[in-house]
C-alpha cells in the first residue's frame, strides 16, 4: 500500500534561516510520482514540483531544492534563507502509475517563518 | 490567479437544507475531483471524474452528491449534512495521469450547524 509519512508537524525558524522539511513515502510500484504542495492560510493548496521514480536528480528552483533518494525512500524539501512569506502547511504527496488519480497526501508539516 | 474557481467561499448551511458547491477550470483537464479537508489534516479524497464519468468515489455518504455536467464543470450536491461535515472542500483537475499534478481552487469553507 502507498504512504507518506511527515515526521515533523510544525517547525518554527527565524527569518534567513535555512529549514528542511522531510518526506518519507512507501510503496510496491515501480513507477510513481511524488509531490511538493504549499497551502498558505488562503487555503489554496499550491503545487511546487513533482518528481518521477527515474529520475533521481535534485532540483533547485530559487530558495527551493528538492533531494530525491530512491535508496531511503525520501523526498525531502529546503528552503534556503526562509521568509515570512513562506509561512505555511507544506504537504508531500505520491502517486503511482498503476493507480492513476489515487494522490496519497502525507499529513503536513506546518511552517512558521517568524520575523 | 487559480484557474480552478469555487463558488461560494465559504457557506453556512443547516441540516436541512439543500445546497450546492461549484467548480469551474478551464484548462483543458479531463479528470476533476472533490476533496475534504479538514483542519490540521490532509485533504481526504472523495470523488474522482474522468472524462466526464465517476471512476472514484471513496465510499462517501449519499448526503453527498457529486456531478459532472461537462468536461469543464464539477458540483457537488449537498443535502441532511452533519455538523461534522463542516470543512473545508477544495475542487481540483488534473490531465488524468498520474504524472499529472493537481490544480487546487481556493475551496469552499463549509460550516454545517
Known amino acids: 500500500a502507498q504512504k507518506v509519512t511527515q515526521a515533523q508537524t510544525e517547525i518554527s525558524v527565524v527569518e534567513k534561516e535555512d529549514v528542511t522539511l522531510d518526506c518519507v513515502y512507501e510503496?510496491?510500484?515501480?513507477?510513481?510520482?511524488l509531490f511538493w504542495y504549499k497551502q498558505p492560510p488562503s487555503g489554496e493548496l499550491v503545487f511546487l514540483i513533482r518528481?518521477?521514480?527515474?529520475?533521481?536528480q535534485n532540483e533547485i528552483s530559487g530558495r527551493y531544492s528538492w533531494n530525491f533518494q530512491k535508496s531511503t525512500s525520501s523526498f525531502n524539501f529546503t528552503i534556503t534563507a526562509s521568509q515570512v512569506v513562506d509561512s505555511a502547511v507544506y504537504f508531500c504527496?505520491?502517486?503511482?502509475?498503476?493507480?492513476?488519480?489515487?494522490?496519497?497526501f502525507g499529513p503536513g508539516t506546518r511552517l512558521s517563518v517568524l520575523p | 490567479d487559480t484557474e480552478v474557481t469555487q463558488t461560494p467561499k465559504h457557506l453556512v448551511m443547516g441540516m436541512t437544507n439543500k445546497k450546492s458547491l461549484k467548480c469551474e477550470q478551464h484548462?483543458?483537464?479531463?479528470?476533476m475531483y472533490w476533496y475534504k479537508q479538514k483542519a490540521k489534516k490532509p485533504p481526504e479524497l472523495m470523488f474522482v471524474y474522468s472524462y466526464e464519468k465517476l471512476s472514484i468515489n471513496e465510499s462517501v455518504p449519499s448526503r453527498f452528491s457529486p456531478e459532472c455536467p461537462n468536461s469543464s464543470l464539477l458540483n457537488l450536491h449537498l443535502h441532511a449534512l452533519q455538523p461534522e461535515d463542516s470543512a473545508l472542500y477544495l475542487c481540483?483537475?488534473?490531465?488524468?495521469?498520474?504524472?499529472?499534478?493537481?490544480?487546487f481552487g481556493n475551496g469552499t469553507r463549509l460550516t454545517v450547524t
Open positions: 518528481r518521477n521514480s527515474f529520475d533521481e
Open positions: 484548462m483543458g483537464h479531463r479528470a
Open positions: 504527496a505520491l502517486s503511482e502509475a498503476n493507480y492513476g488519480q489515487n494522490f496519497v
Open positions: 510503496t510496491r510500484d515501480t513507477t510513481y510520482y
Open positions: 481540483a483537475s488534473s490531465q488524468e495521469r498520474a504524472y499529472s499534478p493537481l490544480h
